[in-house]
């Protein structure tokens, strides 16, 4: 191979192009990514750069080494697999030997494209700016992204209401930790409101919600992301039902086509958190330069989320049946190790507000054992 396209600009994309170089690539690199920015972090963008605690260039991340070339502004718009060529907006044709696709996904919006979302840079950037003359939000969609924003909102000290068709972070972490997250975003004064129905926007400052409508001065839309596939709709690579691309266990796609991160969709899922991107960056980039002999990747459930006084992090499957065993600390201080186990061996652990190296979480996570349980 002379030459390896990487298309995407964030986190998955970066750690498969310097994982190429790590894995002994000589040839060239050459990453296309479609924002203006050179790459960021998403992570804090609906935390401290939202709440303009942190200045935008802090979520830069370490630009790439000279040996990679990285386009800006370029977006892939058509893949010829056969060919081996991506074609750019600008009607630039890119021939590689390899293709690495990282193109991440997109915020999914429930009006014709006005919605204010939180998924890039200049997104965060806008919709803080809007907050800053606010005295009231609704935030739509009550996952981590949406429960992060309502945080950041009412830390800003808007009145906050969470829409959600269930509970917020039900489906994502079972009752008993949904349960705790959503006494802490009452207990900070965020209110919570469930529409089984749905709810329409119905204006700039209205929601439908049943059969009464809310009012705020601003309505953020957190209702979950679409996989940036529509650029390999005529390419003949495997997409699933919702769009994701659809990859083995070494994130290969097709021959000399692998994929990581948010966009890929393996064993009928995705896995949209940071963790999983890094990994599979560097997967991808083993299942290219290694082809049949790269070892099959091994997911990491790893991820986190900071709100409403709330410092989660988790390592293992979710979401979460029954109650946890308390392994430290104490639920009603709202500080505690807590350890799911699941059928054959596997176990969950999560870490509230509990101070606790990641690499000890996720021993715990994959089933090792733990210290004694507290007594408390
Ligand atoms: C606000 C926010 C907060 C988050 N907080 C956490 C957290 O606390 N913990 C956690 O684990 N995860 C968190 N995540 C998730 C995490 O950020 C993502 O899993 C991660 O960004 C995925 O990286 P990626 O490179 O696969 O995709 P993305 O970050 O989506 O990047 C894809 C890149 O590809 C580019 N692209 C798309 N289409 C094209 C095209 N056709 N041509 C060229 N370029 C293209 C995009 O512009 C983008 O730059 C958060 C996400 C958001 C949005």
């Known amino acids: 191979m002379r030459r390896i396209v990487v298309v995407g600009g964030s986190i998955a994309a970066l750690t498969a192009a310097e994982s190429l170089r790590a894995g002994g690539f000589d040839g060239q690199v050459t990453v296309v990514s479609e924002e203006p920015h050179q790459p960021y972090s998403r992570v804090p963008l609906s935390k401290g750069v939202l709440a303009g605690r942190e200045p935008a260039k802090s979520a830069l991340l370490p630009a790439p080494g000279e040996d990679i070339?990285?386009?800006?502004?370029?977006?892939?718009?058509?893949?010829?697999?056969?060919?081996?060529?991506?074609?750019?907006?600008?009607?630039?044709?890119?021939?590689?030997?390899?293709?690495?696709?990282?193109?991440?996904?997109?915020?999914?919006?429930?009006?014709?494209?006005?919605?204010?979302?939180?998924?890039?840079?200049?997104?965060?950037?806008?919709?803080?700016?809007?907050?800053?003359?606010?005295?009231?939000?609704?935030?739509?969609?009550?996952?981590?992204?949406?429960?992060?924003?309502?945080?950041?909102?009412?830390?800003?000290?808007?009145?906050?209401?969470?829409?959600?068709?269930?509970?917020?972070?039900?489906?994502?972490?079972?009752?008993?930790?949904?349960?705790?997250?959503?006494?802490?975003?009452?207990?900070?004064?965020?209110?919570?409101?469930?529409?089984?129905?749905?709810?329409?926007?119905?204006g700039e400052h209205r929601v439908r919600c049943g059969e009464s409508v809310l009012e705020a001065d601003v309505i953020v839309c957190a209702v979950g992301d679409v996989p940036n596939t529509d650029w390999l709709r005529d390419s003949g690579l495997p997409l699933d039902a919702g769009g994701g691309l659809v990859a083995d266990a070494c994130c290969r796609v097709a021959p000399g086509v692998v994929a990581a991160g948010d966009v890929v969709s393996r064993e009928g899922r995705r896995t949209p958190h940071w963790t999983n991107a890094v990994e599979q960056g560097r997967a991808a980039a083993a299942g290219l330069l290694e082809g049949a002999s790269a070892r099959p990747y091994r997911p990491d459930p790893y991820f986190w989320t900071e709100q409403c006084g709330l410092d989660i992090k988790i390592s293992g499957e979710l979401p979460l049946t029954g109650p946890p065993d308390i392994l430290a600390g104490s639920v009603n201080d709202r500080s505690a190790l807590l350890r799911w186990r699941h059928d054959g061996g596997a176990a969950t652990a999560v870490a509230v507000n509990h101070r606790l190296p990641v690499i000890k979480l996720k021993r715990l996570g994959a089933g090792v054992p733990a210290p004694a349980p507290a007594r408390t």
């Open 69 to 202: 070339e990285f386009r800006t502004g370029a977006r892939a718009v058509r893949l010829d697999v056969r060919g081996r060529t991506v074609t750019l907006a600008d009607g630039t044709e890119v021939p590689y030997d390899g293709l690495v696709v990282a193109t991440g996904a997109r915020a999914r919006r429930l009006t014709g494209g006005s919605d204010l979302v939180v998924r890039t840079l200049d997104d965060a950037e806008a919709l803080a700016s809007r907050l800053a003359t606010a005295r009231s939000a609704i935030v739509l969609g009550g996952g981590f992204l949406g429960m992060e924003v309502a945080t950041t909102c009412r830390a800003l000290g808007l009145e906050v209401t969470v829409v959600d068709l269930v509970p917020p972070l039900l489906r994502l972490l079972g009752p008993w930790l949904a349960d705790l997250a959503v006494a802490a975003a009452r207990d900070h004064g965020i209110r919570v409101r469930v529409a089984p129905d749905g709810v329409t926007v119905v």
